[in-house]
């Protein structure tokens, strides 16, 4: 029996352990049911998993449940990812408190304190998501530095450069001085800030004029190759051969056409910096200019920029307007709010910077990925992103591909000081391939993180090897993640997999909404605004937390966190053991198993008994309309949970269960077979059976969601159940659909609901029985089929006098409620004081118009909008949308009152 109050850690420790145990979550790529797989979006080995994450892992785990109880042979394949810059920046952290350095450390021994680093967080990663119930395969779980995936991205690596798409050239990239790497495109975060345009004067070295140019950097101004104008600019062919003079350097500058200049822009003019702005950079390989590099990769001005070497870029950017100020080359000063690069790992500001890289050239691998993507091979869930994924892939870049980091798969090229070659091989070679020289040296940099993240779905299925676990497994069935990752993500491994693979990674990809606080921001480690999952579990219990969040989640949308929220799972969970232990409760005699076989007629539920408890049950029964209801609910529910999982609706699949257990079995059903289970006999039995074949088959759909709730409950339920974890549902018979039942006995729950309301709204006590008059519409035979049901209004609303007729007339002084082709009146003469009550009606009325219009301004004033926080904003729109539906209510009854 269980336990009289719900204790959410004790259970979940309980079934953690027994499903851990009998090995439920370890794929057999033998078996002959249909393969379902998703890959786990490895999480960085970095600290603690966010809320964010546990939406994302929540959503999988609830996939993958549900198919292995629909009788797939599931595949959830865990991992973590090394996060090359992220994990560097924190061990280095690390070292600096204890006053020491990776430099100090030496290549070898830093790796050691980063592969520390990796067990210590690792094992609370694994942990987090073991308690929010994930059931992965950990016997197959990979780390992105493991040697198998080592050896994978190393055969990509050597196969992409021989097929001539790997490159190594001096270009300029993306760098963050603070973590000292190149970083990709999509690693920049771009963010608006306020900034100045200064105008400056670059004077002709012939004294003749002068040209005026706008720049927000006008430190960077010590690397001008040229000045550069539109070919449509009104001064072009004045200027064409004409010569500039830096302001602070000696060398004279071209002045330039070029494309990539705006007329419109400034004043026309743009300084041309290669070295330092991605824009100039093209324009000085369009015109042959070298790019002149003034400030060092660790953001400092360098020996080039003359005085102002050894300065920061703000510095130097305060003494060059000073300067220029010296020698009246100022011009007007705006104020500009423009974008601004920012490493989206550690925060600081990008610098435009030349270095030696390599690159991975990607038009000819994006072409099939965009054509897969056109034609609805692999499909976005919800439908927007596709149009985003293709419009990133339709303009893309080549992918810089090395960093200058320590932590991650180093790149396998090797230089011979000899005879001065590359050599790049899958092992590593004990000597240059050209010369036999013993002098070779492997390149210092690693590859990006994202490289190895790029082959996750079949790199740690084996890959190049040919594996059971492919065969079974690849193409993947759905990827989930988030928006964020697209480009980084989702879309290479589309590529990868199409190049490497010859077929797509997924079939399906579901891009959650971003989790953010009550401020609006994301909640992420580096911010610290997540609280830590094993704390919330901890208070509210896993389920509650998982059915929260899906409850609240509608797909794509993001998810305003608090934890207030969490109330509705908790108070759910509660609903559900309460409502298990009186139909546990319910024995009936003998009970329902191990006696004599099922006698008489079958009863509506006996064919999903079996089903759910593999065995018969035992005695004879009575069936009632109330068991054939709730069988035909079920049935319905059911199919309205499985199409919502199948089209990621997981609001909705967790909204349908949460209506039929709360609503429709406990508010409803466990009422109305009350009596029944009084009186106990066959027709007891039968419902003591319905009511425990409804309960287990609510364990089934609730497990998904709710896994170690529905797990305790299901293990009491028959005498040797198997895990509920590994059962397998065939579902529920057609035939216990009943759609004119479904329509009847809705109809007397509005009538039930409709009295009940009317009771409320003038405070009628229940035990004070209340006369009722039902006019139905004529023609229509409704009036039939509500007698049908007559005992079960008159005792669930508290009726003594029930009329119910076509065309039945108003009493006077009625409260009145309306519903299709019917309506109610409930007489109040003598019941409650019509002129205390008119009065009573018309003072709150009153108040509440004066209080909506208080709030109503409030929500009018544009000031409020913009400043007041979001949630504030929404609490204020909540107030004044209950208060104004209370209100038109109100005005309702005050009409009927007359």
């Keep these: 029996m269980l336990e009289k109050v719900y204790k959410p850690n004790e259970i979940e420790k309980k079934w953690s352990a027994a499903w851990s145990a009998a090995g439920v979550f370890t794929a057999d ?12 979006p490895p999480p960085n080995v970095t600290g603690m998993l966010t809320v964010g994450h546990a939406l994302g892992t929540t959503v999988q785990d609830i996939l993958c449940r549900w198919k292995r109880i629909t009788g797939s042979e599931v595949l959830w394949l865990s991992g973590t990812d090394h996060a090359g810059i992220a994990t560097q920046n924190v061990v280095e952290r690390s070292l600096a408190a204890k006053g020491t350095s990776r430099t100090e450390l030496g290549r070898e021994k830093f790796l050691e304190e980063c592969w520390s680093w990796k067990e210590k967080y690792h094992g609370r990663i694994v942990e987090q998501l073991g308690r929010l119930g994930a059931s992965l395969d950990w016997s197959r779980e990979v780390f992105t530095l493991d040697p198998g995936v080592s050896k994978a991205v190393r055969e990509i690596f050597v196969r992409l450069h021989e097929k001539g798409l790997i490159y190594r050239g001096r270009y300029i990239v993306n760098w963050c001085p603070h973590c000292g790497t190149a970083i990709s495109d999509e690693e920049v975060e771009f963010r608006e800030e306020d900034s100045k345009l200064w105008y400056i004067a670059y004077p002709f070295t012939d004294g003749g004029g002068e040209v005026v140019v706008g720049t927000t950097r006008p430190e960077t101004m010590l690397g001008d190759v040229a000045v550069a104008m539109s070919p449509e ?24 056409r070029d494309e990539a200049v705006h007329p419109g822009f400034g004043t026309g003019f743009l300084k041309v910096t290669p070295a330092h702005d991605a824009t100039d950079f093209e324009i000085g390989l369009r015109h042959g200019l070298d790019p002149f590099v003034v400030i060092d990769s660790k953001g400092i001005m360098n020996e080039k920029a003359g005085i102002y070497a050894g300065m920061d870029i703000f510095e130097a950017r305060k003494a060059v307007l000073g300067e220029l100020e010296k020698q009246g080359l100022r011009r007007e000063t705006e104020d500009y709010r423009h974008s601004v690069g920012h490493h989206d790992r550690c925060g600081n500001i990008i610098e435009p910077y030349v270095s030696k890289q390599w690159f991975l050239r990607m038009e000819s691998l994006a072409a099939p990925a965009i054509e897969v993507g056109s034609k609805g091979e692999t499909v976005f869930f919800p439908e927007r992103w596709k149009n985003i994924y293709l419009s990133w892939m339709e303009n893309i870049r080549d992918w810089c591909i090395s960093r200058q980091l320590w932590w991650g798969h180093r790149i396998p090229v090797w230089y011979c000081d000899e005879c001065g070659i590359e050599i790049v091989a899958r092992e590593d070679p004990p000597e240059c391939t050209g010369c036999g020289s013993k002098e070779i040296r492997q390149d210092d940099d690693v590859l990006d993180t994202w490289f190895s993240s790029w082959l996750w779905t079949f790199s740690p299925m084996g890959w190049p090897g040919e594996t059971a676990d492919l065969k079974k497994f690849h193409p993947t069935d759905v990827l989930v993640t988030g928006g964020d990752i697209i480009f980084f993500w989702v879309a290479r491994m589309i590529m990868a997999s199409i190049e490497f693979m010859g077929e797509i990674p997924f079939h399906d990809v579901y891009i959650t909404g971003i989790v953010r606080d009550g401020k609006g921001q994301k909640m992420s480690k580096s911010l610290g605004n997540s609280p830590d999952m094993i704390d919330i579990i901890d208070t509210h219990g896993a389920d509650a937390f998982r059915f929260s969040l899906m409850m609240l989640s509608p797909p794509g949308q993001d998810l305003l966190f608090d934890e207030k929220k969490l109330e509705v799972g908790k108070h759910f969970a509660n609903k559900i053991w309460n409502a298990a232990r009186f139909v546990l409760s319910q024995e009936q005699g003998e009970g329902l198993f191990g006696g004599e076989e099922m006698q008489g007629e079958p009863h509506c539920m006996s064919n999903l008994f079996e089903i759910l408890y593999a065995t018969a049950p035992s005695g004879s029964f009575e069936t009632g309309w109330e068991d054939e209801w709730i069988a035909s ?23 349908t269960i949460y209506e039929f257990f709360w609503h429709e079995f406990c508010d409803w059903y466990l009422e109305f077979s009350k009596p029944a289970l009084r009186e106990g006999g066959d027709r007891g039995r039968g419902a003591a059976l319905t009511a425990r074949t409804v309960l287990g088959a609510s364990m089934v759909m609730l497990h998904p969601i709710m896994p170690f709730i529905s797990e305790e409950i299901w293990s009491m339920l028959s005498p040797e159940p198997p895990l509920l ?22 109809l007397m729950m509005e009538i039930i609901t409709s009295i009940r309301n009317l009771r409320q709204s003038f405070n009628i006590p229940h035990p004070q029985k209340v006369t009722v008059v039902i006019n139905t519409e004529e023609g229509k035979g409704l009036s039939t089929g509500i007698q049908r049901f007559e005992s079960q209004i008159r005792g669930m609303a508290g009726i003594g006098d029930l009329t119910v007729a076509d065309g039945a007339e108003k009493p006077a002084g009625s409260a009145a409620a309306g519903l299709s082709h019917l309506e109610i009146y409930l007489p109040l003469g003598g019941i409650v004081d019509l002129g205390a009550e008119k009065e009573r009606l018309g003072k709150e009325i009153e108040k509440l118009s004066v209080e909506c219009g208080k709030i109503g301004k409030r929500l009018e004033d544009k000031k409020f909008i913009q400043r007041a926080p979001a949630d504030v904003v929404d609490r204020e729109r909540e107030r004044f949308g209950e208060m104004e539906d209370r209100r038109k209510r109100l005005e309702g009854i005050l009409e009927d009152l007359g």
């Excluded at 790529?29 to 890959?39: E, F, K, L, N």
């Excluded at 003079?245 to 500058?253: D, E, G, M, S, V």
């Excluded at 974890?725 to 809705?746: C, H, K, N, Q, Y």
């Design 725 to 746: 974890a590994g059962f397998s549902f065939r579902g529920t018979p057609a035939e216990m659909r009943d759609g004119t039942l479904d329509a009847d006995v809705a």
């Design 29 to 40: 790529t033998a078996s002959s049911d249909p393969g379902y797989c998703i890959i786990l």
């Design 633 to 655: 609910r079920l049935a319905a529910r059911i199919e309205e949970y499985s199409k919502a999982l199948d089209s990621y609706r997981f609001d909705e699949a967790s909204k």
């Design 233 to 256: 600019h009104e001064r072009a062919k004045e200027l064409e051969g004409e010569k500039g003079r830096p302001p602070l350097t000696a060398p004279q500058i071209p002045i330039i």
